[in-house]
């Protein structure tokens, strides 16, 4: 299949800037997997009503880190931007740095008198990898300098970094957030278990591959960069025997999708497991755990987008966002969601 088969056209003006206030006052259309059929919902909340007692609804509980730091040049004083993708050692990670063309191996770069680094390697898709010397704590220095790494899309500075979180963000290490999951309240949460519906939470920290375009014609060429996950044994018993008994798993976002589908076995089976996943998924591709999915609007062309169509049919995904454009729902990381069903 051809990247250019996941295009649709997109004015600029749908594009949200913003969150929404509550975070469940978002829109919400429903696509009915098997037939196509979309309904629209005026706030995401109503999906309680789509939900049964017995499903079973699977949150990626990662914690977006400050990821993206301004320092400079040691010697040359020029400007840099560092925006931290993945952990590979003690002090080490990968980024992505602009300018990268004046940041060559051996550069060290200065963000204020607690924090250096010095990059050690390039990596094969254009990052660095560097090693920071810290005078201090790594979490709190980061936690006071450096920003929320929004999407491109995104032009407006946010005042709270707690929007750009879900509220019930754990465990520290993206680079981006799971952005289905940012329409949940906590009081909705509270209305959704008391249906009758089982949360459960696994983790995979988000990295290169949401900033990543496809950069191939065809998809089958395209190779999706590596992002650690994690499922422990007690929520991998929970949901494999809801399985068994038949009940909706629900995806709350694609990349609880590649972290459910990464750990199951070829006959179905959640795993209790950690690792790293590079799963792309496509069309043609069967699904062993996801029988439903709450997700945003995405990018054309992207990966994401080439997931929701494995699960839907790319007719049916195509048609839906049409629709979504006609009715000007709101797209991408602050915009309305979806509910495949």
Same mark, same amino acid.
């Given at each position: 299949?051809?990247?250019?088969?996941?295009?649709?056209?997109?004015?600029?003006?749908?594009?949200?800037?913003?969150?929404?206030?509550?975070?469940?006052?978002?829109?919400?259309?429903?696509?009915?997997?098997?037939?196509?059929?979309?309904?629209?919902?005026?706030?995401?909340?109503?999906?309680?009503?789509?939900?049964?007692? +017995?499903?079973?609804?699977?949150?990626?509980?990662?914690?977006?880190?400050?990821?993206?730091?301004?320092?400079?040049?040691?010697?040359? +004083?020029?400007?840099?931007?560092?925006?931290?993708?993945?952990?590979?050692?003690?002090?080490?990670?990968?980024?992505?740095?602009? %300018?990268?063309?004046?940041?060559?191996?051996?550069?060290?770069?200065?963000?204020?008198?607690?924090?250096?680094?010095?990059?050690?390697?390039?990596?094969?898709? +254009?990052?660095?990898?560097?090693?920071?010397?810290?005078? +201090?704590?790594?979490?709190?220095?980061?936690?006071?300098?450096?920003?929320?790494?929004? %999407?491109?899309?995104?032009?407006?500075?946010?005042?709270?970094?707690?929007?750009?979180?879900?509220?019930?963000?754990?465990?520290?290490?993206?680079?981006?957030?799971?952005?289905?999951?940012?329409?949940?309240?906590?009081?909705?949460?509270?209305?959704?278990?008391?249906?009758?519906?089982?949360?459960?939470?696994?983790?995979?920290?988000?990295?290169?591959?949401?900033?990543? %375009?496809?950069?191939?014609?065809?998809?089958?060429?395209?190779?999706?960069?590596?992002?650690? @996950?994690?499922?422990?044994?007690?929520?991998?018993?929970?949901?494999?025997?809801?399985?068994?008994?038949?009940?909706?798993?629900?995806?709350?976002?694609?990349?609880?999708?590649?972290?459910?589908?990464?750990?199951?076995?070829?006959?179905?089976?959640?795993?209790?497991?950690?690792?790293?996943?590079?799963?792309?998924?496509?069309?043609?591709?069967?699904?062993?755990?996801?029988?439903?999915?709450?997700?945003?609007?995405?990018?054309?062309?992207?990966?994401?987008?080439?997931?929701?169509?494995?699960?839907?049919?790319?007719?049916?995904?195509?048609?839906? @966002?049409?629709?979504?454009?006609?009715?000007? @729902?709101?797209?991408?990381?602050?915009?309305?969601?979806?509910?495949?069903?």
């Amino acid at each position: 299949m051809k990247v250019t088969d996941f295009d649709y056209e997109l004015p600029e003006a749908l594009i949200a800037q913003f969150p929404v206030e509550p975070r469940d006052t978002s829109r919400l259309l429903t696509l009915n997997k098997v037939t196509g059929a979309v309904e629209h919902k005026a706030h995401f909340y109503e999906l309680v009503e789509e939900l049964n007692e +017995g499903d079973v609804l699977v949150f990626n509980n990662t914690k977006v880190i400050p990821a993206r730091l301004y320092g400079h040049r040691e010697g040359s +004083g020029g400007k840099v931007e560092v925006l931290l993708l993945t952990p590979c050692g003690e002090n080490r990670w990968e980024c992505l740095v602009k %300018p990268g063309k004046k940041c060559p191996v051996g550069q060290v770069i200065v963000f204020d008198e607690r924090l250096k680094a010095t990059v050690l390697d390039k990596t094969d898709f +254009g990052g660095r990898i560097v090693e920071f010397t810290v005078d +201090g704590i790594f979490d709190d220095i980061i936690q006071e300098i450096g920003e929320m790494p929004l %999407p491109p899309y995104i032009h407006e500075k946010l005042e709270d970094k707690e929007r750009y979180q879900t509220v019930y963000a754990k465990e520290k290490g993206s680079a981006a957030a799971p952005t289905a999951g940012l329409h949940f309240t906590p009081e909705l949460l509270e209305k959704i278990k008391a249906k009758g519906v089982e949360l459960e939470f696994v983790t995979l920290h988000v990295g290169l591959g949401t900033f990543r %375009p496809v950069s191939v014609e065809s998809i089958e060429d395209h190779d999706m960069h590596s992002e650690f @996950y994690s499922v422990s044994p007690e929520t991998a018993a929970r949901i494999n025997d809801a399985k068994a008994k038949g009940r909706r798993i629900i995806a709350v976002g694609t990349t609880s999708v590649r972290t459910l589908e990464s750990a199951s076995t070829d006959d179905g089976v959640l795993q209790g497991t950690s690792g790293w996943t590079q799963i792309f998924i496509y069309p043609g591709y069967t699904f062993k755990m996801v029988d439903a999915l709450v997700t945003n609007f995405h990018l054309p062309q992207s990966t994401l987008l080439m997931l929701i169509s494995a699960l839907a049919g790319r007719e049916h995904c195509l048609a839906a @966002y049409e629709e979504a454009v006609r009715e000007k @729902y709101r797209f991408f990381s602050f915009g309305d969601a979806m509910f495949i069903r």
